[in-house]
């Protein structure tokens, strides 16, 4: 089992640029693909990118790719999302989730076993 915690959210203006940090604890972190989803307020939740469990593999929503990136640091438990050239659109509560390297990784939810509790990004126009 993992637990996640979500840190680095905030408000910027668009343009601007956070990075997202997801804290790991319990098992090994590489035991894991992990990704990161957002949910803005009465929309459904929706990917935004995904790292296989060494990093080699990444994958990104087409409302992100080239402006997001995501990385791992399996020794210290940690996952990033690097966010550049923010917009208003990008304004919601942003969430890792975590699942079992024996299943792919990816953009669909329902393969993701644990989650975070979220960090909410608003970015201002």
């Known amino acids: 089992q993992v637990q996640l915690v979500e840190s680095g959210g905030g408000l910027v203006q668009a343009g601007g640029s956070l990075r997202l940090s997801c804290a790991a604890s319990g098992r090994t972190l590489s035991s894991y693909g992990m990704g990161w989803y957002r949910q803005a307020p009465g929309k459904e939740r929706e990917f935004v990118a995904s790292?296989?469990?060494?990093?080699?593999?990444?994958s990104y929503a087409d409302s992100v790719k080239g402006r997001f990136t995501i990385s791992r640091d399996n020794a210290k438990k940690m996952v990033y999302l690097q966010m550049n050239s923010l917009k208003p659109e990008d304004t919601a509560v942003y969430y890792c989730?975590?699942?079992?390297?024996?299943?792919?990784?990816?953009?669909?939810?329902?393969?993701?076993?644990?989650w975070g509790q979220g960090t909410q990004v608003t970015v201002s126009s």
């Open positions: 989730a975590a699942t079992p390297r024996s299943r792919p990784v990816g953009s669909e939810a329902f393969n993701y076993d644990y």
């Open positions: 790292i296989s469990w060494g990093g080699g593999s990444t």
